[in-house]
């Protein structure tokens, strides 16, 4: 664990972080864009205070390793509740909950199917693509209100055998969606049916990650199902970070039993590389006795690389809490 001081140091500067984030979107964008600031003139400022406070909280308890599966589990769960309560009560009527105003499908597939169909980029692949290059592949870790489903669903340790025959599923799903949206461009189908396929896409995921994540005690939604997970897979390679497995490592495969994205077998173990689907989730540092899984970050010590990865992610993590909405 990280001792001594330099442990609140690395919580000061997810405070600051998330502090100076927040005060710029306060002050920059005429629409109040922090929900406090919805209901009362002035209180976004309050709710700026808050969420810097919990982004320094958060990262001081993830600074240790054996808590820091806990709290993603509890921070992502919170997270997913926080965008789906804002979500229904959108629904409900009250409009001050939705980020626009106006409603658009809560599923991850959007952000790449939506551009490509419109022909324009938004918001939302904007935002998904910094978080890539900021922290890799953070979004599928503790970002994205549908993976925090899949995590706690797969909590249930019940089959811990491998997906990897079947990766090429993700492929193919990757490529099918990618060319079905190009052709439902080019012939213009109407909105409402493309809405209603990608409804579907959506809950055919909600009933894997209810019945098959559940049953196997992995995130099969993420790992197989969402193609936004497979971009996640490949594109978090333009962010520097990444985990490697030490050569201290004694080869017992102890912590082939804790990984629920199923990036640790025996040939990953063999190759001291985490595999494809790794979202440097950090769930399994404490498996190793020998201290072997590592996060890597330029010249950093492998320590200070993690706190920096966590610093990143928990101040990303804070601010979208503060400002995702749809
Ligand atoms: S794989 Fe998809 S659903 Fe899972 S965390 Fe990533 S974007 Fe979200
Ligand atoms: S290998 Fe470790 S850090 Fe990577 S996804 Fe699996 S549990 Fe998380």
């Given amino acids: 664990m990280n001792s001594g001081p330099s442990k609140y140091r690395f919580s000061l500067i997810a405070f600051f972080t998330t502090a100076i984030i927040l005060c710029m979107v306060q002050w920059r964008v005429s629409r109040p864009m922090l929900m406090a600031e919805r209901f009362a003139v002035g209180a976004g400022w309050i709710q700026i205070l808050i969420m810097a406070g919990y982004a320094a909280w958060i990262t001081l308890k993830m600074q240790d390793p054996g808590q820091s599966a806990r709290w993603r589990r509890i921070t992502w769960s919170v997270f997913s509740i926080v965008f789906f309560g804002q979500l229904a009560l959108g629904l409900a009527g009250y409009e001050k909950f939705l980020m626009t105003g106006k409603l658009h499908l809560p599923v991850p597939l959007m952000i790449l199917s939506g551009p490509i169909f419109r022909g324009s980029i938004s918001f939302m692949p904007i935002l998904f693509l910094s978080t890539l290059i900021i ?86 939604h993420c790992i197989l199902w969402c193609p936004i997970g497979t971009l996640v897979n490949y594109m978090k390679l333009i962010s520097p970070f990444r985990m490697y497995i030490d050569d201290t490592c004694t080869d017992c495969m102890a912590c082939t039993r804790y990984c629920k994205y199923d990036a640790l077998n025996n040939s990953d173990i063999m190759s001291r590389k985490p595999g494809l689907t790794c979202t440097y989730c950090g769930d399994c540092l404490t498996s190793c006795k020998s201290d072997s899984i590592r996060y890597k970050f330029f010249n950093l010590s492998h320590q200070k690389a993690r706190h920096t990865w966590i610093v990143l992610t928990i101040s990303l993590h804070a601010i979208f809490l503060a400002l995702g909405r749809i």
């Avoid at 993976?147 to 909590?155: F, H, M, R, V």
């Avoid at 025959?165 to 492929?171: A, E, G, S, T």
């Avoid at 809405?195 to 196997?216: D, Q």
């Fill in 135 to 220: 922290s890799g592949p953070a979004w599928c870790s503790q970002l994205c209100y549908f993976g925090a489903l899949d995590n706690i669903s797969a909590d249930q340790k019940t089959d811990l055998k491998s997906f990897r025959h079947k990766f090429r599923i993700k492929h193919i799903l990757l490529l099918s969606i990618i060319a079905i949206t190009i052709l439902l461009r080019f012939f213009q189908v109407p909105a409402r049916f493309t809405t209603l396929l990608a409804i579907c896409f959506g809950v055919i995921g909600l009933v894997i990650i209810a019945v098959i994540s559940r049953r196997k005690g992995k995130m099969v």
